[in-house]
């Protein structure tokens, strides 16, 4: 079985074919082009045309790569260019026709997350804490954790490409330049002393990147195996105020593409070293689109991390696991019975509706009131392995659209979440409303011109008098935002 990646990196885009030996993902091919995305925003934030278009022949071409591998297999990635970018919604449905498939925009905890993931699939087990670093082109990822897991991480607004333009935008090095871009670098990664400072790691390692960059100009220079030390930043530094400017920078080992953000690069790599006590670190080849492999291998064999994710959310809020499992069910009978065609031609929604069924009282945990509104809040805001921040902004939808009046859905109606998933969580929060089991009526469901007519037998209705109340209603709250939901008995 073959499995694709691709990372769309600040700085580089990545393109990563995997084949399944057993257990193991080894590599079949590899691409990557410099895009340099974080470097293509113009004075409002957004993406200039010049790098639109950069990024979509990228994308292009890596959709030949991709050889039509099934959607399932292939999971294609966004980081913080596309995080902070003001046009990102307008951009991202181009990006998406080019490559063929699509692409999450991912959190900075879930980046951090999947690299770390990345990392150890590829480092000889240890039971010993490790440090991972990982600096991208707009961010710089720290995690710590043991075996495959990370335990500790974060994201930090520094990369290599935004700290050079910030710094060194006119390509002159100076011993003033590159002190401020240490000393910015490092005030950004203080806050990060208590949970990732020395102590709490017993090895570091850094993943590709920068970390690769300088570790293979140690190597090419002789002055080790690709272990870099405080010693070797240093010698570093002097190089590079050697050289006065970017168009002079020319070390052993150094790739030309790597050339006009290495400065930047090695300020960030530096404040890493002095904030955090690194006194040496070592490579590790894994970084985001193995991490992106092994997590889409959870995905088609049935050990998905996000299975994992919506059970510590439902304990971590303390939920009555017997309704949620009850709605969950209802929801996903309902689903498939006014949408049969979305279920078969897409189960990955089916997915989406019964998680987001199984914590829609999550906000409980909050408050009994609005406690659907709560609930949205916890799943647009929590950290949830696995999710990407669409996958997230489409359960807390669905979450929020289970009761009241649905207005407040029509900004995510067609877009965010359809029609049919936000009746079908709605009935079936009807249905359970005593919060135990019941014998789910025959219901007929027919497509009719502008919505859906639901047909339940009569005598079921009788038998349960504040069902058929509400389900009365809910034909009226429908009809209030021009929606056809006719719920009829038979």
């Not at 043991?146 to 100076?174: H, K, P």
């Not at 009850?326 to 189960?347: F, G, M, Q, S």
Request: neutral net charge; proline residues 3%; hydrophobic residues 40%.
């Amino acid at each position: 079985m073959l499995l694709g990646a691709v990372d769309l990196g600040s700085n580089s885009f990545r393109v990563e074919i995997g084949r399944l030996e057993g257990d193991r993902i080894v590599t079949q091919s590899y691409w990557k082009e410099t895009v340099r995305l974080a470097g293509g925003f113009d004075k409002n934030g957004a993406l200039t045309p010049e790098i639109q278009a950069r990024a979509l022949a990228a994308l292009s071409r890596f959709n030949e790569r991709l050889a039509d591998l099934p959607a399932e297999r292939v999971r294609a990635v966004a980081t913080q260019a596309m995080r902070i970018a003001t046009n990102s919604a307008e951009f991202l449905p181009k990006a998406e026709a080019a490559l063929g498939y699509p692409i999450d925009i991912l959190s900075g905890h879930e980046e951090a997350r999947l690299v770390f993931k990345g990392c150890a699939q590829t480092l000889p087990p240890s039971s010993k804490r490790r440090l991972v670093v990982d600096i991208g082109g707009a961010s710089t990822e720290v995690i710590i954790g043991t075996g495959l897991d990370a335990q500790r991480y974060e994201s930090f607004r520094i990369g290599c490409v935004n700290t050079s333009i910030r710094f060194f935008e006119d390509g002159r090095i100076t011993p003033k330049a590159l002190e401020r871009a240490i000393t910015a670098c490092s005030a950004e990664l203080e806050e990060s002393i208590t949970a990732f400072g020395k102590g709490n790691y017993d090895e570091a390692f850094g993943s590709a990147g920068t970390f690769g960059a300088v570790s293979d100009i140690v190597r090419a220079l002789g002055w080790g195996e690709g272990e870099v030390t405080p010693e070797h930043l240093e010698r570093l530094r002097k190089m590079l105020l050697d050289a006065k400017d970017i168009k002079n920078i020319n070390f052993l080992g150094l790739k030309e593409d790597r050339r006009e953000v290495i400065a930047g690069g090695l300020a960030v790599l530096s404040a890493v070293y002095r904030v955090l006590g690194v006194e040496s670190m070592r490579p590790a080849s894994g970084a985001l689109r193995v991490g992106l492999l092994y997590d889409l291998l959870g995905r088609v064999s049935n050990r998905d991390t996000r299975d994992v994710t919506i059970d510590s959310v439902m304990e971590a809020t303390r939920l009555d696991r017997e309704q949620a499992g009850r709605v969950a069910k209802l929801t996903e009978k309902i689903y498939a019975a006014v949408n049969p065609d979305a279920v078969a031609e897409d189960p990955e929604k089916l997915k989406y509706l019964g998680w987001a069924a199984l914590v829609h009282e999550a906000g409980m945990a909050i408050s009994s009131s609005r406690y659907h509104r709560h609930g949205q809040y916890i799943l647009m805001n929590a950290d949830m392995p696995g999710f990407s921040r669409r996958e997230q902004d489409t359960m807390a939808a669905l979450v929020l659209s289970q009761r009241g009046t649905l207005k407040k859905m029509e900004p995510y109606l067609g877009t965010l979440v359809s029609p049919e998933a936000v009746l079908s969580i709605r009935l079936a929060v009807i249905f359970a409303h005593a919060r135990h089991d019941i014998a789910f009526p025959v219901m007929d469901v027919q497509r009719i011109p502008g919505g859906i007519r639901i047909r339940i037998e009569e005598g079921w209705l009788a038998k349960h008098p504040l069902t058929a109340y509400l389900l009365r209603e809910e034909t009226d709250l429908w009809s209030k935002i021009g929606k056809t939901v006719l719920i009829e008995k038979f």
